[in-house]
């Protein structure tokens, strides 16, 4: 679907929607079309208790020919609601009426409201994922869809940044939803490489280089599969002069999680292809960063790997020496994303030396457990940057919700035969316990978050932004974060 941009209406479309707020109060749009149908619009709307409330609809039609042949009415909810967030919900809306009524081509009427952010709840709410599909004959898809304000050029410029946002989200998204088959350690790697055309540099380390290197930890868990595990580094310098990296995004790439020896039930086991999510947010973040150039320097880490069991699967009660040197005694084969992310977050630090490093990762069923799929749960060492992230939720509306750190939680994690155990094999604090054993791997004086998403990555049903499968949640939080506090 293309958005486009225009000071007045123009004949290409087949229908206008306009805006009337709660308790019928009608948008300027609405008021003229209003008048010049003698009050019989806010009549109509009058009689089929049309209210207002955002999301609900009303299609106003006339017999007779005249200037405005089919005129959708949305709801757009309280007149004082000017938050980011409450914008895009009417974008969304806005789509979902074009689509109920099968319009390949729609204008909206923007007035007061913020074009550009009802052209990206439009087009974020358009995303699909149906490459399988061999009948897709009702597949219905809007082409054009025309956004009337004012300073149309001014909208269009602010679009620009938001087409970048809604690039790297559907990116996201597209990872996590495609099978484990398809999207192995590889393909994951060639997928980021591919992005190198919007001026991102990419490197790809194979499981010989990693073995040089010592990521002993990723290589344990990635030993048992028959697709070979790659790491991937993504920089964007958005300012060149400067040669320090600012911040430091790692990535949980888990491609399908099986539990390995610790195997998980059958049960449900299909969704595990969704285990690389975290990377994928990264991948889309780094995306929309060299999309709409970003003044910034960021590191993108994707951590990629198979958790499979087989005759070369580790097991349960191994001990592994990490990148950072910390032996770890593996408890539960099925805990492997802390040990995939321990290498990754020690590289990162010890080559980026950014001051601020931040991972996601669907990395515990316990925070599905205390936050179910409301918020991710968000765990940080540093007051200013937890506080940071927070805003950055509130206003993408990507909820977080900050859980603790502490030294009963370190102790935990302590191994009576190694340094560290990825598991307690107890059900008490899970998410804090991984969070904890993470933190066994950030340097003194460096900020840093860990972010748990494995509650919110999926939509269990479609909702008003996407539908049922991946959300492609983080790369809003993370954008927003990083343009509110690290760009230049």
């Given at each position: 679907?293309?958005?486009?941009?225009k000071q007045k209406r123009t004949s290409t479309t087949e229908f206008l929607i306009v805006g009337v707020y709660e308790n019928d109060v009608?948008?300027?749009?609405?008021?003229k079309i209003d008048a010049y149908f003698k009050g019989n619009l806010m009549k109509a709307l009058v009689s089929a208790s049309f209210k207002g409330k955002l999301g609900q609809s009303y299609l106003f039609t006339s017999l007779e020919e005249n200037e405005y042949p089919k005129v959708l009415c949305l709801g757009l909810g309280k007149q004082d609601d000017k938050t980011e967030e409450h914008m895009k919900e009417i974008g969304a809306h806005a789509y979902k009426l074009t689509a109920l009524h099968k319009a390949t081509s729609v204008s909206f009427a923007c007035d007061t409201l913020k074009a550009e952010l009802i052209?990206?709840?439009?087009?974020?709410?358009?995303?699909?994922?149906?490459?399988?599909?061999?009948?897709?004959?009702?597949?219905f898809s809007v082409s054009e869809f025309?956004?009337?304000?004012k300073d149309f050029r001014t909208a269009q410029a602010e679009y620009e940044k938001y087409f970048?946002?809604?690039?790297?989200?559907?990116?996201?998204?597209?990872?996590?939803?495609?099978?484990?088959?398809?999207?192995?350690p590889i393909k994951a790697a060639e997928r980021a490489s591919e992005l190198s055309k919007y001026g991102l540099s990419v490197e790809v380390y194979d499981e010989k280089a990693l073995a040089s290197k010592g990521f002993n930890l990723m290589l344990a868990v990635a030993k048992g599969g028959i697709n070979p595990p790659r790491f991937v580094v993504i920089q964007w310098k958005g300012v060149p002069e400067d040669k320090s990296t600012h911040a430091v995004l790692v990535g949980k790439g888990v491609c399908f999680d099986s539990g390995g020896i610790s195997l998980k039930p059958a049960n449900g086991m299909e969704d595990m292809k969704e285990d690389l999510a975290g990377a994928a947010t990264v991948l889309g973040t780094m995306q929309t960063l060299a999309m709409r150039k970003a003044k910034v320097n960021i590191v993108g880490i994707m951590a990629l790997v198979e958790n499979i069991p087989s005759d070369k699967s580790q097991h349960p009660g191994d001990i592994v020496?990490?990148?950072?040197?910390k032996t770890v005694e593996v408890i539960n084969t099925d805990a492997e994303g802390r040990l995939v992310l321990g290498d990754a977050l020690w590289y990162a630090q010890e080559r980026f030396k950014a001051p601020i490093v931040i991972d996601l990762a669907t990395l515990t069923g316990a925070i599905i457990i205390a936050l179910g799929s409301e918020y991710a749960g968000l765990f940080a060492n540093d007051d200013e940057l937890a506080k940071s992230l927070e805003q950055a939720a509130t206003i993408t509306d990507e909820k977080v919700w900050r859980l603790p750190l502490c030294k009963a939680f370190d102790d935990m994690v302590v191994s009576q035969i190694a340094d560290i155990r990825n598991s307690t094999n107890v059900r008490d604090a899970g998410s804090c316990t991984a969070a904890a054993f993470l933190k066994n791997f950030i340097k003194d004086g460096v900020k840093w978050a860990h972010i748990d998403i494995a509650g919110v990555t999926m939509a269990k049903k479609d909702n008003i932004f996407c539908p049922k499968g991946s959300?492609?949640?983080?790369?809003?939080?993370?954008?927003?974060?990083?343009?509110?506090n690290l760009e230049k």
């Open positions: 679907m293309e958005i486009l941009f009608l948008s300027e749009t609405a008021r052209g990206f709840g439009a087009k974020i709410t358009s995303y699909k994922f149906n490459k399988y599909k061999t009948d897709v004959k009702d597949d025309y956004l009337l304000t970048a946002l809604n690039k790297g989200i559907h990116t996201a998204r597209d990872m996590v939803n495609e099978p484990s088959n398809v999207m192995t020496t990490s990148l950072s040197g959300s492609g949640f983080g790369v809003q939080l993370l954008n927003k974060y990083i343009e509110q």
